[in-house]
C-alpha cells in the first residue's frame, strides 16, 4: 500500500507540475503577442522564473513552431512574428460570456467608428471554442438580452452599483442559485426578496435582472443600482419556459 501511495503523490505531482508549465506558457505567449518586443529580464520579471527557465520555455516554444526571433545586441530583444495569428483561447465559460457580452454591449452603443464587424467577430469567437463549451456558453447568452440605451430621465436617477453586489449577482445568474436581496423601490421603500435571476437585460448603462420572485411567486423586473444588499441563499433554480419572460419583454431586447 506503501508502494503505490508513493506512486500516486508522484504522479499528483506531476500532473500539477504539467499544469503550472502550461499557464506559464501560455501567459509567456500572451506576453509575446502584448509587446513588439521583449527583453529577457523583463520577460523574467513578469514570469519570476530564473534565466534558464526562461530559455528552456522559449525553445520549447520553437520547437512547437512558434516563430520566436531574438536579436543581439543594444536595443534587441526576443519576439513573436506579428503574423502569427491567434491560436484556440483557453477560456472558462465565465471568461467567453464576459468576453461576448462586452462585444455586445460595445455594439449596442451603436459607435460610429465600429466598422459593423463585431457581429462576425462574435460569431468566430464563439466556433472558436470546443462543441461542449460552446454549448454551455450558448445556454447562458439566451438569457442575456441587450435593450435601448435609457434615456436622460432613468440616468438621472442612475449610480453604478458596487463591485460586491455584482459579483453577487453575476454568481447567483451564472450558477442558477437563489439570491436574496433588499430592494428599494421607486418610492424608497426597501424589502428583502428572494429570487431566481432567470434573464439579465441591459438598457445601457442600467442592467437588470427579469426575475421569479418568490414574494409574489411571479415575473418582476429588478434594476441592479437599486439592490442595496444581495447574497446566495441555500437552493437553486431551474429555467422556467422562456415565454413566461420573453411575451413581456420581447420588444425591449435581443439575445446577444
Known sequence: MEKYAIFWHINLMSDSNFEKRAERRARLLGLLRSEDHWTTGDLRAQLGVSQRTLMRELAALKEAGYPIESDRGRGGGIRLDGRWGVERLNLSHYEVIELILSLAIVESLQSPLLTGNLKAIKQKLFQAFPQKQRS???????????????????????APPPQHISERIAEAFLQQSLLEIDYQNEAMERRTRVIEAQFILLNWPIWYIIAWDHLRDSSRVFRIDRIKKAKLVDGSFTLRPKEVFTGIYRPFYQTI
Open 136 to 158: 454551455a456558453v450558448s445556454n447562458i447568452r439566451k438569457r442575456v438580452m441587450i435593450g435601448d440605451n435609457a434615456n436622460k430621465f432613468m440616468l438621472s436617477e442612475y
